[in-house]
Nanobody, 120 residues
Framework: QVQLVESGGGLVQAGGSLRLSCAAS????????MVWYRQAPGKQRDLVAR???????NYADSVKGRFTLSRDNAKNTMYLQMNSLKPEDTAVYYC??????????????WGQGTQVTVSS
């Protein structure tokens, strides 16, 4: 069993900042990619940023230069620092991780989501 728990969402004014966290726990042997997605009402779920186990990252064009993704492998946690937030960043943010369990089974795990609302 593996669980992902997101935290750090909330309401912020345009131009403000938030830091999201995604912590993985359970029967974890290793974690490969960790990814943030977001889904606005009535829209599809889109990739925001990805970080690989070695630390390399890639970002959606809409967040480049404003969002920074990092991870602490010792804590099985990734962080999304979101600066210069815009109303169009409003969405439910979900984390996803490719986890190899202690039984050597690879799972694609999802968190429950955290709401980010940016007011204009």
């Amino acid at each position: 069993q593996v669980q992902l728990v997101e935290s750090g969402g909330g309401l912020v004014q345009a131009g403000g900042s938030l830091r999201l966290s995604c912590a993985a726990s359970g029967s974890i042997f290793s974690i490969n990619d960790m990814v943030w997605y977001r889904q606005a009402p009535g829209k599809q779920r889109d990739l925001v940023a990805r970080i690989r186990s070695g630390g390399s990252t890639n970002y959606a064009d809409s967040v480049k230069g404003r969002f920074t993704l990092s991870r602490d492998n010792a804590k099985n946690t990734m962080y999304l620092q979101m600066n210069s937030l815009k109303p169009e960043d409003t969405a439910v943010y979900y984390c996803n991780a490719d986890v190899k369990t202690t039984a050597r089974i690879v799972l694609s795990c999802w968190g429950q989501g955290t709401q980010v609302t940016v007011s204009s």
